[in-house]
């Protein structure tokens, strides 16, 4: 054992100070969510955004009788940020982005707005702070994943994230949970078990739906196995989606859920 | 279908053809069914294999209405869970089946026809009530059972384990999966190409990589597309990236079972290490949305990639070193789960698994694809069959795909990474590729319209999940956990 102690001695210290800024947040290169330019979407194009948009996230308005970005209503609960749209919008309507810190405390911040409505202030806010301070202990559920997402959730204990730091714990037991973390669609035989652990947790209790799959179904969603998302279900306080959210992404939306970071996404698009 | 030396045979002929194929040294790789005709009855087939690059043997089994096929499981064990599959799905009936129960649907579920039949009624969710377990009779004094999830310790998937026990030791253990069954396949009915390959990365999201290869391999052999050499040769370098963050994961969380800290914590440094390197390559941690049929989405830069690899090496090899001077850590695995080398046959056993247990396969090898031809792999392998032979060989894989990859990245040919393809109607595809869990299969069927009528995932989960609980049989509980890590196993894969 002294061998680990002195690798451990020698290897020093691999754990980033981001959020701090200026710290390295490992995502040098990921791509995020499309981001939408709508003064260069054309009137007359084919549509074929919407048409190679396999969860949906982009769609024609069924009402829509102007042509260009009035037509298209988007969805970023929706989006595994696939980069389809981008390679299939001639006119440069859609771009990649680095925009992955998509986590929202109201599911309609993540439909695109022309002008996005500020968060109103709640009574609720300043009452996460009160009750626990500056720590929280998750019990996650997998409500049917592809394992995407708890690659991620499970990097979060790995050195270089090391949630532990700014006081952030997975827990076994739902009774010393906080917080409900859910991925997965919801398959119709972990429904049961999912409420179940809801009901076992006690109040006050938060519920936060990470993955694409869990906002909205994302490309599992419906059929016959499967829900659309969490929503379905059991109150959601913070959405985060992506295909999978990233560590980092994970961070912010929890921070986000503690009122430790400013919401950054209002009306689809990252606040100014 | 491409490949493959296909025969139909009649229900009764099937046992003997079994025989014969295993008495010749064959292995039976998967069954599925499905619907040639919308209104017509179900199609069985069988898919074996007969020997390293020799064509896969396929049968097609058409049975009557009502009648039953018999059932191959007493003659190749492995095929136990392919037939229960087909009867959950699409209502062909075996006939002497040992374990006659549901596995892909929750006991207590009900469908008003089978979910894959093309009559069932789109889109209406599973009915389910209180289920029934189908458990074996265990009783004897002091004889307790422990049922275990299906939401357990810590971040992991969802599944069910039930133990029987007295004390320490395990008397009798049963996985309940399945929780998690998305009728993955199913979606896929309906697409065009292109967007399936999206559905197959998320199929098992770790596996990514492989399973978009197997896919859009066999939508390349349906559509008779020829895929161009750059777009193989990065899909090589994409499949063996994929298996370094892998089993670096594995060997973190291995250490995290035997309890060994600074070792489960350099492992999955190591494996961020990597994600981050696949990022910084493709835009993914997971590598994702760069396979697409016909090659690849677009071109990658590869300029640094091969220094950023050369680190990791240097770190990987210091961890691999000390890992096997840490007594305390090889003790836990001498002899734990040990899985002899004809139970790993008879039941299906693949990758690193099997390899382990002395079975020297390897579907990069034996049936090459992609780029693999001009880059063979190392296949190392074990023979005794125990979690520390399964560690060694992951180990020993993570140097050849450091190897292989710094072998490709020099000769990596110049051109195009994408050419043209147009499904045909009423064509269907086999693809396959050695995942880091070992082997996997689509078929792939389009019908009239060009569009997918049928899309059979066979996941290595699915075949490990099967042997996994015959080394838990009269095992002790304190070993479980490492003995569980040592196989490692996804479950997204296995239930789809």
Known sequence: MALWTLFGLKSGKATTGWPRRGAEDGQHGVLGMPRYRPERCRAGCDDACASVCLPGAIQIKADADAAGPSRISLDYGRCIHCQHCVDACASGGFSASHDWAFGVRRREDLIWAETPAPEPVSELNGMIRRTFGRSLHIRHVDAGSCNGCESELQALNNPFYNLHRLGVFFTASPRFADLLLVTGPVTYAMRDPLKETYRAMPDPRWIMAVGTCAVSGGIAGGGYACQHGVDDILPVDIYLPGCPPNPAALIKALLLLLEREEPSIQGGQVAK | ?496
């Open chain 2, 1 to 496: 279908m491409n490949g493959t030396a296909a025969q139909i045979l009649a229900p009764h002929e099937l046992p003997a053809a079994c025989r014969a194929l295993i008495a010749n040294g064959g292995r039976m790789q998967m069954a599925y069914a499905w619907f040639p005709d919308p209104e017509g009855p179900a199609e069985a087939r069988y898919l074996a294999s007969t020997g390293a690059r020799q064509p896969w043997t396929l049968w097609r089994c058409h049975p009557a209405h009502g009648e039953k096929i018999p059932s191959l499981a007493e003659i190749s064990p492995l095929l136990g869970w392919y037939e229960r599959e087909m009867t959950d799905l699409t209502g062909i009936a075996f006939d002497g089946h040992p374990e006659p129960y549901a596995l892909v649907l929750h006991e207590g579920a009900h469908a008003e026809r089978p979910p894959l039949d093309p009559r069932a009624p789109a889109n209406r969710p599973l009915a389910l009530t209180a289920a029934l377990r189908n458990l074996p009779e265990v009783t004897g004094r002091d004889v307790q059972l422990l049922p275990f999830g299906p939401v357990r310790a810590d971040v992991l998937e969802s599944a069910q384990f039930l133990f029987f026990y007295i004390g320490e030791g395990i008397l009798h253990y049963q996985p309940r999966l399945f929780f998690k069954h998305r009728g993955m396949e199913k979606r896929f009915e309906g697409l065009t190409a292109k967007p399936g390959a999206l559905l197959a990365e998320r199929v098992s999201g770790v596996g990514g990589v492989a399973h978009s290869l197997a896919y859009c391999q066999a939508v390349e052999a349906a559509a008779g597309c020829a895929v161009p050499p750059r777009a193989q040769w990065l899909r090589v370098v994409l499949a063996e990236m994929e298996r370094l963050y892998n089993h670096l994961h594995y060997l973190g969380h291995l250490c995290h079972t035997t309890t060994l800290k600074v070792g489960e914590a350099q492992g999955k440094l190591l494996e961020e290490r990597a994600k981050q390197i696949n990022a910084r390559l493709t835009g993914s941690r997971f590598l994702w949305s760069v396979i697409a049929p016909g090659g690849l989405r677009h071109d990658l830069d590869t300029t640094s990639l091969g220094a950023a690899l050369e680190t990791l090496r240097g770190e990987f090899t210091g961890y691999a070193a000390l890992l096997e001077r840490t007594n305390s850590h090889l003790d836990r695995l001498f002899a734990t789960g040990v899985l002899n080398r004809q139970a790993a046959f008879d039941q299906g056993a693949t990758g690193p698994v099997e390899r382990a247990s002395g079975l020297d396969r390897d579907l990069r090898r034996d049936h090459p694809y992609a780029a693999y031809p001009a880059l063979p792999p190392a296949v190392p392998t074990r023979d005794t069959g125990d979690a520390y032979a399964r560690m060694q060989v992951r180990v020993a894989e993570i140097e050849a795909s450091l190897t292989l990859i710094q072998q490709a990245l020099p000769r990596l040919p110049d051109g195009p990474v994408a050419s043209e393809y147009r499904a045909s109607p009423r064509t269907e595809g086999l693809g396959w590729s050695e995942s880091p869990r070992g082997s996997l299969y689509y078929a792939v069927h389009f019908n009239a319209e060009g569009r997918l009528a049928r899309v059979k995932i066979k996941s290595p989960s699915f075949s490990n999940w099967r042997v996994f609980p015959l080394v838990v049989h009269d095992s002790n509980m304190m070993d479980y956990a490492i003995n569980e890590a040592s196989f490692g196993l996804t479950i997204a894969g296995c239930d789809r």
